[in-house]
């Protein structure tokens, strides 16, 4: 028995492979181009699961021997059960994660199915206030920060792809030992302004990592 192992961001990147693949298929007549595509899409997934057992490596690899379209679905659908959920949190540990902000506004969690979830972000517009929860080496972090919006698509952040976005920025938590009192860094970034959408695009959370750990430590 498999046990639940593929992250949403893991899942995504597993579903571009397999457009990737599926489009060659369809569209290319030179068998060696289609191999390629082929081999490409199995070294991305061996470097997205280093620490994969052999038997988890055994269900990510059918992947290169599929060639219609029903298999490729039926594919994806096979991969679904072994999904992680991004542990679930109730609206008092989201309180608990920003207590000085008043009146907070917190997002329908029952609406979410946490299988495709990588973070949870949502924006308050009447106070122009982004929030964002992410589970980092074990611990629940909330960020909250300004949010602009830019009024047209650019490349999010996050999810390298083109969207809606603004500018969400936070300021770090960190303080040089000289500091003045009235010193604070702000770190911002472009962000997909519906978390849902981003949700369904990321593929690594390299960038979403890095971004969290400089707010934490500088």
Known sequence: MVHPFIRNH?????????????NACNTVSDPKVVEAVRTSASAKLIEAFPEAT??????????????RTEDFQLYLHSLEPLMTEFEPVSVTQIKKLFPKVKKLKVPDLSALDFRYVTYIGWTDIATNKMFLLYHLDGELIGIEGRFIRANKKSICCLCNRHEEVALFSSISKSRPA???????????????????ICNKNISDVTVLERFINNLLVG
């Open 10 to 22: 893991q899942y995504n990147l597993i579903k571009k492979q397999v457009n990737l693949q599926q």
């Open 54 to 67: 052999m038997l988890q490596k055994h269900h990510l690899e059918k992947l290169s021997s599929l060639n």
């Open 178 to 196: 000289n500091a003045s009192p009235d010193y604070y860094k702000a770190i911002g970034n472009y962000m997909c302004v519906n978390s849902d």
